[in-house]
Every structure is written in C-alpha cells, then in structure tokens.
C-alpha cells in the first residue's frame, strides 16, 4: 500500500465513493445521536466503560490467566498465539485435523487482520464470509473499508451487480432479475449461504468481548449469521484479541449498553450469543479459542498509546470523522481504517512501513472522535503521540524538517545575520517563486500563497521612523 496521502488523493477523486460515504456516514451518525440522547446516564456509562478498560489492561494477564482456567473447565481448549504466522498455523492445524474443507465465518476484525482467509486459502481450505457486508466484500474481490459496514462504499446497485456475477461461482446463484430492493439482496444473501450454514463442520468467529470469571465468549449482531455460525458446526474456533477480555458479567453490562448504540444507534442488538465452553448435545462438540498477541503487548506497554486497546470496535469515530469521511477506507490500509485506525494500526505493525509512518498524520485533530467515543480514548492525543515518535524515527522529511529549524534557531540567536537575511530578502523578493520547492514543503504551498516580501525590513523602517 501507498502513504495515506496517495492513496487519500485517489480517493478523494472517487464522487461515487464519496457520496456513498457521506450518505451512509451522515445517516448513521445522526442516529447514533438520538439514540445516545435517550440515556441521561450516558456519560457516566462512558466513564465507567473507560475505568473498566483501564483497570482490565493494568492486570491484563491475571485476566488472561483466569479467562484460561475458565475456558478449560467448561470444556474448552486455549491456544496463545504471538503474531499472525503463529494464528493461521494454529488454526489450518484445527481444521485440517476436522478432515474439512470448508469453513463457515462470523465477522472477525481479527482474522482479518492476521490474513486468515488468504492462508486457509492457500493450505487449500474454503473459508465462507456470512456476514451481509462481508459476504459483499468478499464476493466482489474486495477489501473492508469500515469497521461496522465493510462494504459501506458500495451502494445497493453496485452490490446487486456484485450478486449476479459472482454468487454463481461461490454456491447458489443470485435470483435471475434481481433488483436493487434490499429486501430482495438480503433474500438472495440468505438462500445463499443456507446451505453453507447447513453443509459446514466447522466455524471460526471473532468476540466482542471474553468473560473471565465464567470463560464466556460474546458475540453481538444484527443478522443471525453469527447465531448460525456458532451453533451448527461440530467443531468451532475463535480467534480474539487478547484486549478483549473484561474481569465480570457485571463489567459486560456496561458495554451491553454503549455498544449498540454507538455503532448501530440500536437500544440493544437483535442477536447477543453467549457461549462457555461445549455442553453435550447443544452446539459445538469442541471449541478451541486462540488468544491473538500480533503487537498488543508492545502497545501496552506504551502508557499513551495503550488507550487505543480500550477499543470495543463500534466505529462511530469513523463515522464523525471528516478525513475518513472524504478519504474511505481503503486509503488507510489496514483492516482498521478511520482515527481509531490510524493510532491502532500504527502500534500493531509499527512504522517502518510508508503507510503505517503516514497513518498518525490522517487526521485534522478535531477531537470529534474523542467526543464519541464511548470508552474516552483520546484519539488526538495519541495521534500527535506517534507523530512524535515517527519524527523520531527519521526519514527524509523529518531530516530536512530538524535541519531547518536547526538553521532558524541559529539565526534568531544571532540579531546582525538576521537583518542582513531579512536585507538579502527584500532585495531580491522580485526573484522569489509563487510556491515553496521540493516534494517536502511543496504540497504545503499548492493550496496556499505565499506572503509577500515587503520592499524594507520592519527593523530598517522602525529605525527610520521612530529614532
């Protein structure tokens, strides 16, 4: 992937891209607005949700620990899971030890982020998307571009195209003269991947949250699809963010109410599936969890940055965010585009990468995403946090950027080399071009004019009418 500017620039040129983003963005945020204000306890539920997160981080391994012990006397088996390699290795294991072939997935961040689809793939495991929008992205060879709405950039025409071409190729086709009604995409999404939910053994999801004190496992949705993935299959495996956990049922509570209503405006979500281990007869004959590692530790370790791992995936920064609004989100990528993108992503990968250098500066620092966040991450703080960092890292503009105020701090110290700079200045301010040179100040200037040499220093003309 590019830098965010590259890739921002082409986007931005995207109308179709654009009016999608800001249609849905606007539709979402304004519901999300009048679902919060029924609540006059809201900003006590963010304060609470955010002391939660806190607390849970600073003891993150007694948790973990305790989560383990749970999950293994309900039955269950726990594997860790350092980086990506190690998760996709652990999870083909799983499988290929089921004699499938085939998988069926509820929406997981997590194992996007770790490439779980292309490694299945390429071990020659099938791995079905059942989410709606993820079922869009995948079919029409495509990437995520938001955290709740994957598939936000593409309106009700583009996906009834996407339907008709490629359904055929995946199971059951699409409805021949399939309109652009939703109703009439959800009914063809469904039939399709019946007989996916009907024909898998196996199921690998994500989770919304981990209980420690029971070794329960949360998922939220709005479809079912989730409810479908994490009962019918014999053997079902989740992969999850070690964050992810919180201490009690009486901490989920808390989230049970911010987390609809922030992401999908809801007073609660139509499916919340629970689950603690395997019991005889209902559901999953075995469940295995992978704990995902991929980075989180470094960023714990990091007292600013760590805010970000209070994160519970609603996407309403997103959704208030005027870069993300313009830019999408494929310009960000990672799976997590938008604000909480650019200071979560950062910290995964680290960056050494062009893109991941780019990312803490994708943002205009309005502070609008603090303002909804519903666990408080300071999102603007952490941004100029990592641009700090990338400063300090170096790189080409950095290293101009230091060399010029090196030069400008000697020349403030120095008063007589200072007005024979401003002298030199006005002299030849005739010669002087309309826009700064280089690829590093360029850009600033191509939006913007340059001020205009006056024709005597302010010292000169101070000195000759005020003696």
Known sequence: MPSFPKAARTAVGDTTLRANLRHATHTIRDKRARAVAELDDWAALRRAGKEIKDRTLRHLDTYLLQLEEAVTAAGGTVHWAADAAEANRIVTELVKATGETEVVKVKSMATQEIGLN???EAEGIAAYETDLAELIVQLGDDRPSHILVPAIHRNRGEIRDIFLAEMGRWGRPAPEGLSDAPAE?????RLHLREKFLRSKVGI???????AE????VVVESEGNGRMCLTLPETLVSVVGI????PTWRDLEVFLQTLPRSS????????TSTWTGTTDGDGPRAFHLVLLDNGRTDALADEVGRQALRCIRCSACLNVCPVYERAGGHAYGSVYPGPIGAILTPQLRGTASEVDASLPYASSLCGACYEVCPVAIDIPEVLVHLRERVAGEGGRGHRLERTAVKAATWLLDHPNALAAAE???SATRALHPKRLPGPGAGPW???RDLPDVPAEPFRDWWKRNRT
């Open 264 to 271: 999908t405006a809801e007073r609660m979500n139509p499916y």
């Open 423 to 425: 002298r030199l200045a």
């Open 118 to 120: 292309e490694h299945l």
């Open 214 to 217: 029971t070794g329960t496992l």
């Open 445 to 447: 200037s191509d939006h």
């Open 185 to 189: 995409l959800a009914e063809a999404a």
């Open 243 to 246: 964050e992810k956990v919180v």
């Open 205 to 211: 999801s994500g989770a919304n949250f981990m209980v």
